[in-house]
């Protein structure tokens, strides 16, 4: 075990390309280079992270500007009152005494400073909270490129796209991402539990960039079909549509398949099979075509095409994808990119493992029938929870992803309450008669009461709760709380399968599965998880 290193250590994964760097300080000119380093690769940081709009950068509230919370800004620029005086208000300079050629920035005039007025390159546009959204939770400024900032990233990738001259990742200290990961052990950077850093997985991704291609024409016949035709129309006719596009595909060796009904002569692709059966529109169409393209510029110039992914610990522990690369992107998109891998998925991994916990914790208590009834609801989902999920589906009248997701706030202890402060509302994107057919539902207020049972077993009165990894909080609620213990198990898991694993087998972390090249043993992962942690958990395995 390690102890947690400190926050004014953290080695900095913000990376980007030398060569932007360089491509700005020649467009851009004297107003870019004489302002101090960090702000200057604050701006190049902003600009390779968020040179368009994709799924995890998108602002909730403006689908148009991508968001940026203060503390991201502190990452970038250091100090988020110079990135404001130096895009928005205007700033000073003084010239260095030790450096000649190089400046102090001053946020207010003083003896020896010259003004200068705002570079406006980033636009601000809205400041709101980013609502119920996975890692994009509370307040945040959204944001736009401005047409001089967008022009300077599109001319720069459009010069370099038949270049084949591998990209100089660095960060805004100079160092490499290999120089990076060799300090902090590997792709992940672990400031906040206690695991060994050696345990741990490679940085570099490999990917299969011409399946990428491939979906990506998928995806432009989709956009120039919706152009033409209308999204309503496409989405009506989605069905047949699918079907083009699988027999189009002319897979080598493919059995026929169904679409919705519709038989088509080839096997219809992981990722093609993903877009039809999560649906699209315009938006998510456009942004799973800025997704392949960031992973294909990503990959530029390797003999072997991968594409860097680094991972930081969330407050519970989770392991999250810096920019969300491949983690963080359309499912269909992912498939496409890491093609013929396995993800081995924990099977109802929080539900599971929190039965098992209550089982060996809850021995001897006194229980009352709605703690019984809660821990029989409870070891009913982990059994069937397909067959569940579609009751439910029936009997309350809702989306799949909507009973998805409001079991998984229940599970955190979300109230049965239609008010619009909590989860359920944010779930059920306000319809309040969805959300009072939810909490009236008799077997939704035994599932509940689960998690009561479970918070009072695993958790009490206690004020600073500690999870399986090491990471002590100071109680945030019952919601919260639960979260923390249940995602440290599930953090827990991942580490033991990591440990017990080849490095060089494995493709990516995603929060409660992991992704490997190859093939291998539920069996065998469920073995281990169980030798090491006692948890005795089941694994899926999908082939993408």
Known sequence: MKTPLKKDSRTTFNFFPDELLQEARKVLGEEFIRLPKRIQTGYIIVLYNHHNIIKSNQHSRDSDSFFMIDETVESYFNDARDFRVVNDNGYYLRPNKISKGKYVLKRKPEEGTTYYEPTNWLVSTVSASQGYKEGKAGWSNGFQLSPIFRQ???????????????????????????????????????????????????????????????????????????EGEGEQKVRESRRQLGAELAEGEQEAGAQPSTIEGVKVKHATSSHLKSLLDKGFDTDSVTQRIDEIDRLLINSRGKSISTVPVLYEEASTGRYTA???????????????????????????????????????????????????AGFDALRYYTRYKSDLRETLMMEISADYDVIKSALQALTYGADLSTNNRKALHKVCYGDKELISRIINHSWVKDYVSAFKLGHKILIGNDKTITNDVGIKIESKGKAKDMAHILQGYERLVLDTIIKHSNTDDIALLVHDCVVFYNKQSTDKLSQIVEQETGLCLAFSEEEY
């Open 152 to 226: 300077l990233f599109d001319n720069w990738n459009k010069k370099n796209e038949g270049n084949f001259k591998l990209l100089t990742l660095i960060n805004n200290r100079g160092r490499t991402i290999t120089e990076v990961t060799q300090e902090v052990g590997g792709a992940i950077d672990r400031r906040l539990s206690t695991t060994d850093s050696n345990i741990n997985i490679n940085t570099e991704v490999r990917i299969d960039t011409q399946t990428l291609k491939e979906h990506k024409e998928q995806l432009l016949i989709i956009k120039r079909r919706i």
């Open 322 to 372: 810096r920019g969300a690369v491949l983690q963080g992107y359309h499912k269909s998109v992912r498939y496409a990119a890491l093609k013929g891998c396995y993800e081995y998925d924990l099977e109802a991994a929080h539900q599971t493992i929190l039965l098992q916990l209550m089982t060996n914790e809850g021995f001897g208590l006194d229980w009352t029938k709605e703690d019984e």
